[in-house]
């Protein structure tokens, strides 16, 4: 059997879900329906190799499918691309033990499991930033025990299972699949957020949870880089990317069907005809357009690459990343000027405002992208006044 993507049924199980989740309307709320809706679409196999029994989508019909969604509901989108990158690069990394992945490739197919890394903790700040878990994995008879909290897991009244980062307590950074029907797992609400609020990002406690040797995934000391390769940071960005280029797309469409129907005054003119309004809705269609033409074109590459050539495209990514966030956060900045006082009321306008912020908290950072491009322009720069 061919792990290329079935595009008609990849097409299918999306119109379904987009169907359903517009049926339920979320809004703000977390609605387990949605995790559900996605799971009798077939979506939660997308990026499952078709010879395990799954779509066999890779990263360019991940971005599709995620931005689609993404103009549905962000919160809708952000969830499942957690299970999105994490099944994805499963099958695109070298350091999996290749039971455990099986074992995932299983309950996704099998048991409608959905899955998330639940990497970020409170104190610690952002992983992304090199922040050392201080959850703890103590070794045990056939394994470890890990106690704990991490934050901000997404949609984790959904998840199954869950890739955990802890300091292991004889050496090292380790990273365990945990079950989360284990006992001493506890799913706590996370906290008020300005936006993504449907998405019950929520608090992972773990107590003293036996984890078993075939769930680890590695062991790397502090500070090394990830010993699964560049797949899991690439779809990471390259997932986010796509919900937040979804939700500034949600917004542009939003915005202008609203534009074309306001006719404020005598009624003869619709806001979408004023020149100034324009202006407004010129730089929304810009600003996106932009970024789906760069993430849809790495998103390509990425897949036509062979698996060494793939580090060189991380950058890349993170310009994506980079680009259809700030695109977002541009698209619904002038979404809400458009709409001016309809556009404040409570509603998909200003919820797409809030939710495409969320987007600029998520790794690769603005700051860490910018900082990466000038550091690859100056040493170009220097080598080639060497050379
Ligand atoms: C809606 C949403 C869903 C999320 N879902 C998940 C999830 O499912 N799983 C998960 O693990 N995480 C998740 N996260 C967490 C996210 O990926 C970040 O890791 C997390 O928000 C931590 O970053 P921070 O900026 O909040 O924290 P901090 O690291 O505390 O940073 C605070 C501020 O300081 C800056 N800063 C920190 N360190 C440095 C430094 N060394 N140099 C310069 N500046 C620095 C940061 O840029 C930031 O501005 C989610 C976040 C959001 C908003």
Request: aromatic share 4%; net charge negative; with cysteine.
């Amino acid at each position: 059997m061919s792990n290329a993507a079935d595009p008609t049924r990849v097409a299918d199980s999306l119109a379904q879900a987009v169907e359903a989740i517009e049926a339920i309307d979320p809004g703000d709320r977390y609605d387990p329906a949605v995790p559900a809706a996605i799971v009798s679409s077939g979506l939660h196999l997308l990026c499952l190799p078709a010879d395990s029994g799954g779509l066999g989508g890779g990263l360019p019909e991940a971005v599709a499918v995620l931005s689609a969604l993404g103009a549905v509901s962000g919160s809708a989108a952000l969830g499942f691309a957690m299970h999105t990158h994490v099944v994805g690069s499963l099958y695109e990394s070298s350091g999996w033990p290749a039971p455990l992945r099986a074992w995932l490739g299983r309950i996704v197919r099998d048991e409608s499991a959905l899955l998330n890394s639940a990497a970020t903790e409170e104190d610690s700040g952002s992983p992304a930033r090199g922040g050392l878990p201080a959850t703890l994995a103590v070794d045990a008879e056939g394994g470890v025990r890990i106690t704990g909290e991490k934050t901000w897991t997404t949609w984790l009244p959904a998840l199954r299972a869950a890739q955990v980062t802890a300091t292991v307590a004889s050496g090292g950074i380790g990273n365990y699949v945990v079950d989360l029907t284990s006992s001493g797992v506890e799913r706590l609400p996370g906290f008020d957020a300005l936006g993504m609020r449907g998405s019950a990002s929520g608090r992972l406690v773990l107590k003293d949870v036996f984890v078993p040797d075939d769930r680890l995934i590695g062991v790397r000391e502090a500070g090394q880089p990830d010993p699964r390769g560049p797949a899991p940071g690439a779809w990471f960005g390259a997932a986010v990317a796509a919900v937040y280029l979804g939700v500034g797309e949600g917004a542009r469409r939003d915005v202008t069907r609203w534009a074309i129907d306001r006719r404020p005054g005598d009624g003869s003119t619709a806001v979408a005809d004023l020149p100034t309004i324009g202006v407004r809705l010129g730089r929304i269609d810009a600003a996106l357009r932009s970024a789906r033409i760069v993430l849809e074109d790495v998103a390509r590459r990425w897949q036509a690459a062979a698996g060494a050539e793939r580090g060189g495209l991380v950058a890349e990514i993170g310009l994506a990343k980079v680009t259809a966030t700030n695109a977002a956060v541009l698209a619904t900045d002038e979404a809400l000027r458009i709409a001016g006082g309809p556009g404040f009321l409570a509603g998909r306008i200003e919820r797409a405002f809030r939710d495409a912020r969320g987007g600029l908290i998520n790794p690769p950072l603005d700051d860490i992208a910018y900082q990466g491009f000038a550091r690859r322009l100056v040493d170009d720069e220097r080598a080639r006044s060497l050379g």
